[in-house]
């Protein structure tokens, strides 16, 4: 069973920086593809970043801000976020899928954090 759990979130003023985590089990790591969605409030869900055969892809509103890492020692997947925007704000979720590349509909999630930047 995949279990993905976040932590990170909170609430910060615009201009500052958080870094989200995901933790899994190291078979989940090292088996599947995990990026990060977010779902504002009254929008759906959206993709944020995750890998890609390989590279790294990134939403057009975070490109330049915010990184996805890797701790493979410590099996974990982090979204370091920088620059916040009122317009980040939302719920954060972490999502796997089996194989090398993140779809569009990840077949595992975690409970999500939130992330509320005030202005």
């Known amino acids: 069973q995949v279990q993905l759990v976040e932590s990170g979130g909170g609430l910060v003023q615009a201009g500052a920086s958080l870094r989200l985590s995901c933790a899994a089990s190291?078979?989940?790591?090292?088996?599947?593809?995990m990026g990060w969605f977010r779902q504002a409030p009254g929008k759906e869900r959206e993709f944020v970043a995750g890998p890609n055969w390989g590279n790294d892809n990134y939403a057009e509103s975070v490109k330049g801000r915010f990184t996805i890492s890797r701790d493979h020692a410590k099996n974990t997947l982090y979204l370091q976020m920088n620059s916040l925007k009122p317009d980040d704000t939302a719920v954060y979720y972490c999502?796997?899928?089996?194989?090398?590349?993140?779809?569009?509909?990840?077949?595992?999630w975690g409970q999500g954090t939130q992330v509320t930047v005030s202005s």
């Open positions: 190291r078979r989940t790591f090292s088996s599947y593809a």
């Open positions: 999502a796997a899928d089996r194989g090398v590349t993140i779809t569009s509909t990840p077949q595992y």
